[in-house]
């Protein structure tokens, strides 16, 4: 059996060599002929699987070790009978803690303000439920869920209204609610004033020429990009009015990339009726040096959160990152595309909070309350 995996997957080998002969490939430039001979194919959302790519190929299973699957022709897939599947929920908590992570930085205490989600599904829910669990307000709006699923369902306009609108859709096109564009000028034109907007779903949610508009004619509103309209060709005028960016990595924490993998591997070893050899609990290392003192942090509770957050993971570093990549490709567009690619391919390993204990802390206080929602140990 020949397996092609994007470069991207970790512990590939782990999971899926003692299965047959494994070929790691650069995921956005997979051609028909690297999977011509092929009987699966492990993919990340920049490969577009479509009959482009696999007509005529001997593919039997497509895997995509992601949570939306708007980078596989379905429709197409169903017709050929090829089976596909994805990994529902592998990296909602890695989103939910960028998210985190990103107002922490900004030093925006979500706490004490109104919190709007777009999309609830796999990741907006867990943002959600996670909110809740310290008290915060919500106002939530997905055209696919009940009032009985989540009753903080409002409309869209009412959620625009948020001191900070958090965006989790899936980028859709058809239907009775496609997501393209959900956010146009008009839109936009709603937030308050000295809101936060932070889109870490599919760039062309929000459509972005207007995003630039807005951006310009506005001071008053802090904006947060993990996905771009039109990536890896990001806007760099957008980039300068961003107060945070990164290169679609807010679901790629080391543990959320590994549950993917996880999950796919045993959707593989169904369709192709294997014994499974490998399981998560088996490949995950342990994290050292794993103790955090909030003892040690000076201030009040706000201060301990924003900061034992950024010591286990540095979104700054992202920004960073990301910004010098683009000021070295400039107007290139072919520099600046596979210098995007590059810091995914080449992402630092970032661990997830409940990877981490917490001492110096008040059992049952509410600052051990906010920790535990959050994920860490508090011991």
């Not at 999309?119 to 869920?145: F, I, S």
């Not at 459509?207 to 990536?231: F, G, I, P, S, T």
Request: one cysteine or more; a negative charge; hydrophobic letters at 45%.
């Amino acid at each position: 059996m020949k397996i092609v995996i994007d470069e991207n997957i970790p512990l590939a080998d782990a999971f899926f060599s003692a299965h047959g002969e494994i070929v790691r490939l650069p995921g956005r430039n997979m051609s028909a002929a690297d999977v011509a001979d092929a009987d699966a194919l492990l993919v990340r959302s920049v490969t577009q699987v479509n009959e482009t790519l696999l007509a005529g190929s001997k593919v039997k299973f497509v895997g995509t070790c992601t949570i939306g699957m708007d980078h596989l022709d379905q429709r197409w897939l169903d017709h050929q009978g090829i089976a596909y599947t994805n990994a529902p929920g592998c990296n909602a908590n890695s989103v939910v803690e960028y998210v985190y992570a990103a107002l922490a930085h900004l030093n925006i205490d979500w706490r004490d303000k109104t919190v709007g989600i777009i999309g609830c599904g796999n990741v907006g829910g867990a943002l959600h439920k996670a909110l809740l669990a310290q008290g915060v307000t919500c106002r939530c709006y997905d055209p696919l869920l009940s009032i009985e699923q989540n009753p903080d369902l409002c409309e869209l306009e009412d959620v625009l209204q948020s001191d900070i609108v958090s965006m989790h859709t899936p980028l859709t096109t058809e239907g009775s609610h496609p997501s393209r564009h959900l956010l146009a000028k008009e839109q936009l034109l709603q937030l308050p004033p000295q809101s936060i907007l932070l889109n870490c779903g599919r760039g062309a949610v929000i459509d972005n020429k207007a995003l630039l508009q807005v951006m310009r004619a506005r001071n008053d509103l802090q904006l947060v990009l993990d996905v771009w309209e039109w990536e890896p060709d990001i806007d760099l005028n957008l980039l300068e009015h961003v107060e945070l960016g990164s290169p679609h990595i807010a679901g790629y924490s080391f543990d959320g990339k590994l549950k993917g993998t996880a999950m796919i591997y045993d959707a593989f070893c169904e369709v192709f009726e294997l014994a499974p050899s490998t399981a998560l609990a088996d490949v995950v290392p342990a994290v050292a040096d794993n103790l955090l003192n909030a003892a040690s942090i000076q201030g009040g509770d706000w201060d301990v959160v924003r900061q034992l957050i950024a010591q286990v993971y540095d979104i700054a570093a992202d920004d960073s990152r990301l910004r010098a990549m683009a000021a070295e490709a400039g107007e290139q567009g072919s520099a600046l595309s596979k210098g995007f690619d590059q810091l995914r391919k080449h992402y630092p390993v970032r661990r997830e909070f409940n990877n981490y204990q917490v001492t110096g802390v008040e059992k049952k206080t509410p600052l051990a309350n906010t920790l535990a929602a959050l994920g860490f140990t508090v011991t």
